[in-house]
């Protein structure tokens, strides 16, 4: 199966400020089939990007999703109050999917 | 309101057997695909079981395969998961979610999750 890894596995950084949340994936990621999720305290996660770049519904345009193969990245062009959490990728693109181990981003 | 109700966790002793299930609402639950994952204390994310919008074909993870059975009524928009033998691994919240393959994909991504619900394996 394929092994994703995140880093930094925490990154803190100021409201305001851009994030930058990396991606590795242990073999190439069929078709791009990467997806993103962000994990508030206490709440399940829910789905930012799929397909590498695909905004979900309802998702700011400050989510930014690119990569291809085995390099992916999220970017939050400016970070608001709501978007410090946990977030985790997760390829689809063959079975079994896999999550990677999440990065925290928290307030610096 | 479009959303997934997870309910039946509780605390259970090593090799025992616990239900859960999941409300759907707000969607035509009959037409998605479902899956259950779940999420070991300050842990990660796991896949366990995935149903088809019919109940035609049904995957399970390793790791559960042979102890847990899922299954769907489309007529109540319920989801279930019955889990057998159960270790003090399986500790975990359970999450329902439902899957959307994104074309041809091999897998699947989660668009829509429930809260879910703890399960705790101990003695």
């Known amino acids: 199966e394929i092994v994703l890894t995140q880093s930094p596995g925490t990154l803190s950084l100021s409201p305001g400020e851009r994030a930058t949340l990396s991606c590795r994936a242990s073999?190439?990621?069929?078709?791009?089939?990467l997806a993103w999720y962000l994990q508030k305290p206490g709440q399940a996660p829910s789905l930012l990007i799929y397909g590498a770049s695909i905004r979900a519904t309802g998702i700011p345009h400050r989510f930014s999703g690119s990569g291809s193969g085995t390099e992916f990245t999220l970017t939050i062009s400016r970070l608001e109050p709501e978007d410090f959490a946990v977030y985790y990728c997760q390829q689809y693109g063959s079975s079994p999917g896999t999550f990677g181990q999440g990065t925290k981003l928290e307030i610096k | 309101q479009v959303q997934l109700v997870e309910s039946g966790g509780g605390l259970v002793k090593p090799g025992g057997s616990l239900g859960l299930s999941c409300a759907a609402s707000g969607f035509a639950f009959s037409d998605y695909d479902m899956s259950w994952i779940r999420q070991a204390p300050g842990k990660g994310l796991e896949w366990i079981s995935h149903i088809t919008s019919s109940g035609s074909t049904i995957y399970y993870a390793d790791s559960v395969k042979g102890r847990f059975t899922i299954s769907r009524d489309n007529a109540k928009n319920s989801l279930y998961l019955q889990m057998g033998s159960l270790r003090a691994e399986d500790t975990a919240v359970y999450y329902c979610?439902?899957?959307?393959?994104?074309?041809?994909?091999?897998?699947?991504?989660?668009?829509?999750w429930g809260r879910g619900t703890l399960v705790t394996v101990s003695s």
């Open positions: 073999q190439s990621v069929y078709n791009s089939y």
């Open positions: 979610a439902r899957a959307d393959s994104g074309g041809y994909a091999g897998f699947w991504y989660f668009d829509l």
